[in-house]
């Protein structure tokens, strides 16, 4: 049976905690204060209520803000050129995925346009046999399970033939329940039943 790989992005192929967040959080929140007329700190609070509640920001602004253009709000709170000036991903990355055996697709929460420069910024489109980000499977988030199935139905593959490689343990959980293999991208190991490995990098995955 082929060997399908597929891999979160932020905090899994590239160090997004290393300034990204930050700067989308600060976007985010911005946009909030200007659109939805709050202060600093109820946009914050709102944007990490919505977060916490649906799995993204956008999905809250989605359900209870319906004048919002969702892609100009993507759009802002995604500036490529600040974005780019922030990333950072391990050495060698290209290398260490061209040695993993088996196809390979991205799976993300961010939207379709934010991950393909992201791959290409590092040089690793090529690399893969395709990319979802959330707009690909009708705007649906991790851990939701609709949104693993539609990513597998898009492929043409069962869920039992994936791997799912992320840093989030609620994801990881989902795949798990769907019949998926999973690799939890970081440096600490929990004793979590639904985990079937551990990496804190790429190049140690291939070893796998």
């Known amino acids: ?8 992005l932020d905090n899994t192929l590239h160090h997004a905690d290393y300034g990204v967040f930050d700067l989308i959080n600060q976007k985010m929140t911005q ?16 944007r990490l209520q919505y977060w916490h509640q649906y799995g993204a920001t956008l999905a809250g602004l989605e359900k209870h ?18 974005i780019q000036a922030l990333l950072v991903a391990e050495i ?16 993300s929460n961010g939207p379709s346009f934010y991950v393909q420069y992201i791959l290409e910024h590092l040089s690793l489109l090529p690399l893969f046999d395709g990319f979802f980000g959330c707009d690909a499977f009708d705007n649906l988030y991790k851990p939701n399970p609709i949104a693993y ?30 019949g998926m293999q999973t690799i939890l991208m970081s440096t600490h190991h929990p004793q979590e039943d639904f985990i079937d490995g551990v990496c804190d990098s790429i190049h140690a995955l291939k070893m796998i």
Not at 1 to 8: A, G, H, P, S
Not at 65 to 82: G, K, T, V, W
Not at 100 to 106: A, L, N
């Open 149 to 178: 199935q539609t990513v597998c139905q898009k492929i043409g593959v069962l869920p039992q033939q994936c791997t799912m490689v992320d840093d989030s343990i609620a994801n990881l959980k989902t795949a798990k329940q769907l």
């Open 65 to 82: 803000h319906p004048h919002i253009d969702i892609q100009d709000f993507l759009r802002a709170s995604h500036p490529q050129e600040e």
């Open 1 to 8: 049976m082929e060997k399908i790989w597929l891999f979160d």
């Open 31 to 46: 946009y909030l204060m200007e659109h939805l007329h709050l202060d600093q700190h109820a946009a914050s609070d709102l």
């Open 92 to 107: 060698r990355l290209p290398e260490s995925l061209s040695a993993i055996d088996g196809r390979k697709f991205v799976f």
